[in-house]
């Protein structure tokens, strides 16, 4: 039996406020980050500056998909007074639909089972993931080598946690978050709804790895 993932829909409440064992509360804000199109219903969360563009480290996308279309996307803000005053990115979210989520399962790429702990999902190494659609793979030239849309949106990106849709080549976009308190190991997990219907996908950015919940 995997996980029990954290209360996702508390996350992206705004004002919703999550006790720590620390005596110092953890407030979450939700900020609205525009929309990613998924012109083949697949799905990739990654780290953009290891794996975009390089054929060798490509990541695979998601086994469960959605039909194609434009999907908002959304960061939950966690901020913090301990161990730091600051406010980091919690999690990521892709909303498919809006309706209340049931229940969450694990977000796998082919091959992988079911974890039976919390240890799965993506590693980044440059402080930042991403959501994008794979046929965007080869949208975003130079992101290799430090140019191109998505560092060009990571410097302007705006004060507050890193969030941004970049586009790229051919229209493709990608939805750029910096991850949490920075790099690590974060799983995705995808909400239903009651009928079965995919809600959303979520990244977990862990953010009270240095800190616990009361």
């Known amino acids: 039996m995997f996980m029990t993932p954290p209360d996702y829909t508390l996350w992206f409440t705004p004002g919703a406020v999550v006790p720590t064992r620390d005596k110092k509360d953890a407030v979450f804000g939700v900020r609205d ?15 953009p500056i290891v794996h975009l563009c390089d054929d060798d480290e490509r ?15 959304q960061t939950a803000e966690a901020s913090f007074t301990y161990p730091y005053d600051h406010t980091v990115n919690a999690a990521a979210r892709l909303v498919i639909r809006d309706t209340p989520v049931a229940r969450w399962e694990p977000a796998l790429v082919p091959g992988e089972d079911a974890p039976e702990d919390d240890y799965f999902g993506y590693g980044v190494d440059a402080g930042v993931g991403c959501f994008v659609d794979p ?7 130079g992101t290799d080598d430090e140019t191109g849309v998505i560092w060009e949106g990571l410097d302007d990106s705006p004060s507050g946690p890193t969030a941004f849709i970049g586009e790229g080549e051919s229209g493709h976009t990608v939805a750029v978050f910096g991850s949490g308190w920075g790099d690590g190991l974060y799983a995705t997990w995808i909400g239903r709804d009651a009928e079965g219907e995919v ?16």
């Open 33 to 47: 980050v525009g929309e990613l199109e998924l012109p083949t219903g697949r799905l990739v969360a990654c780290d």
């Open 199 to 214: 809600v959303c996908f979520v990244t977990d950015f862990r953010p009270f790895r240095f800190t616990r919940i009361a």
């Open 135 to 141: 046929a965007a793979h080869h949208s975003f030239p």
């Open 59 to 73: 990541p695979e996308p998601f086994t469960v998909t959605v039909p194609p279309g434009r999907y908002r996307v």
